[in-house]
Nanobody
Framework: QVELVESGGRLVQAGGSLRLSCVAS????????MGWFRQAPGKEREFVAAIDWTGASVLYVPSVHGRFTISRQKAKNTLFLHLNYLEVEDPAIYYCAASAHAFSTTDFQTGLPDYWGQGTPVTVAS
């Protein structure tokens, strides 16, 4: 069983920065493709970013490309999402997710991850 616990969400001014963290428990963490999704009120859940187990392959939704950075620290079983230049369109609950069966970040984006965190809220003040 894999448990994911996010943290770091808070209120930030537009144009500001934030770092979200996701700590994973479970011995297979290092081989899973992991990523972030978000869901704003009244909207469907949206893929944000993904990273493979090597850290060499990353994928972003176009709306955050160049502003957000995903990374992982395998030694600490932690996934990060650095959010820069936050915009009024970015507020949402951000969810960490992990997939045991995805074979690429693209597959992760289009598939359904096996494990989800409880989410952490990001609010942007204009």
């Amino acid at each position: 069983q894999v448990e994911l616990v996010e943290s770091g969400g808070r209120l930030v001014q537009a144009g500001g920065s934030l770092r979200l963290s996701c700590v994973a428990s479970g011995r297979v963490f290092s081989t899973y493709i992991m990523g972030w999704f978000r869901q704003a009120p009244g909207k469907e859940r949206e893929f944000v970013a993904a990273i493979d187990w090597t850290g060499a392959s990353v994928l972003y939704v176009p709306s955050v490309h160049g502003r957000f950075t995903i990374s992982r620290q395998k030694a600490k079983n932690t996934l990060f999402l650095h959010l820069n230049y936050l915009e009024v369109e970015d507020p949402a609950i951000y969810y960490c997710a992990a997939s045991a069966h995805a074979f690429s970040t693209t597959d992760f984006q289009t598939g359904l991850p096996d494990y989800w965190g409880q989410g952490t809220p990001v609010t942007v003040a204009s």
